[in-house]
């Protein structure tokens, strides 16, 4: 048994997961790897081949990583899990005219819980992952999440779910590295090709970055219940007819189909009716928003008024914000506009390096 500790480390095969687990084992853990598949793409009905954490290939490179450094490894199937959860709450979402956020969900509900299970079979008192991102204690005594210090590969904002039990236990070994030293890690470890490895920014069960041929597949019937829904304009008067409102997303603005003589975007979709709002890039700006199923990191819960720079998306690089507390949840003020607020996404409170908390945003508001 190592003095340190032993921990788990979910190894998809990629670079970033594996010198995280060789890192740790350098460091004196006692490291058990493990490989989770979460789903295979004939369910789907998708012939695409398998990419990313859920092929053969990936799965024996993770293995050949852990042999070659003498320490377990194993391969975890998590399809039913993942499946129930995930894919049912991404047709869900799309079919109430909002826009999911599978990553956030996957490792709010999933991953985690799956590895934090596994950890207490196998005796281990950590779990790992290759996230860029830091963990923290705060002197009240609650764990918290920091960016990571790469800025461009920052992965706080899809970990805003994790709780307290998980965030207590979680390890995060990349958070204080930039992407090209992990790359020179890769090679200095001996693992060339793994240095040069693509990522895939794909969701990781639409593997041709089709959602909508996804959904099709999934639900029975549903191109031809929607199809023919109207596109309007802000006045509500009808300019168009679209194929149907879950196969489009705010702030939309390719692959419209219809002819204005201007750019449009998608502004609001409203399933009831199945009609898609269209407008101007102005009409995509609002100055508040309802957010709700919150998590807190930092501080258990906020006080009226307290400011945080607030990101709704992934790639956004946030906005300064007031926060009032609300029965549905929290209202968000912003004190300049901000574009394409989607229900669905998550929106995410920083005090400067650090995750307040977050949320799924409800609506957005004018």
Not at 45 to 52: A, L
Not at 231 to 236: C, L, M, P, S
């Amino acid at each position: 048994m190592s003095r340190k500790g032993k921990v788990l480390v979910a190894m998809s095969g990629g670079i970033d997961s594996t010198v995280a687990a060789l890192m740790l084992h350098d460091e004196g853990y006692e490291v058990v790897g493990i490989t989770m598949k979460t789903w295979d793409y004939a369910s789907a009905g998708s012939s695409k081949k398998e990419t990313g954490c859920c092929n053969v290939d990936s799965f024996n490179d993770a293995r050949m990583a852990a042999v070659e450094h003498g320490f377990p490894h194993f391969i975890l199937d998590i399809r039913s899990e993942f499946g129930d959860a995930v894919i049912e709450n991404f047709v869900e979402e799309y079919l109430a005219g909002r826009t999911p956020n599978p990553c956030v969900m996957c490792n709010t509900h999933i991953k985690w819980r799956a590895l934090l299970k596994r950890a207490d079979a196998l005796d281990c008192e950590y779990i790992a992952t290759g996230h860029y991102g830091n963990i923290h204690r705060h002197s009240n005594g609650r764990y918290y999440i920091s960016k990571g210090a790469d800025e461009t590969k920052d992965q706080s904002y899809v970990l805003w779910g994790l709780q307290q039990d998980l965030l207590s236990r979680t390890m995060l070994p990349l958070g204080k590295y930039r992407k090209t030293e992990i790359r020179q890690m890769a090679l200095d470890y001996g693992y060339p090709e793994l240095a040069k490895k693509s990522e895939s920014y794909e969701i990781c069960f639409v593997p041709d970055n089709d959602y909508r041929g996804f959904l099709k597949r999934k639900v029975d019937g549903l191109e031809e219940r929607v199809n023919g829904g109207n596109f309007v304009d802000a006045t509500g008067k009808i300019i168009g007819q679209h194929k149907g409102y879950p196969f489009y997303t705010i702030g939309q603005r390719k692959g419209l189909d219809i002819a204005l003589g201007k750019p449009a975007y998608v502004t609001q979709i409203i399933p009831e009716t199945n009609t898609v709002v269209l407008g101007d890039e102005e009409g995509l700006n609002r100055r508040e928003m309802l957010v709700g199923k919150l998590n807190w990191l930092k501080y258990d819960g906020i006080t009226d008024g307290m400011e945080a720079i607030t990101k709704i998306r992934y790639k956004d690089s946030g906005a300064l914000s007031a926060l009032q507390n609300h029965e549905k949840g929290i209202q968000v003020g912003f004190y300049d506009h901000v574009k394409g607020i989607a229900p669905g996404q998550s929106a995410v409170f920083y005090e400067g390096e650090d995750v307040i908390g977050g949320g799924v945003i409800l609506r957005g508001e004018r």
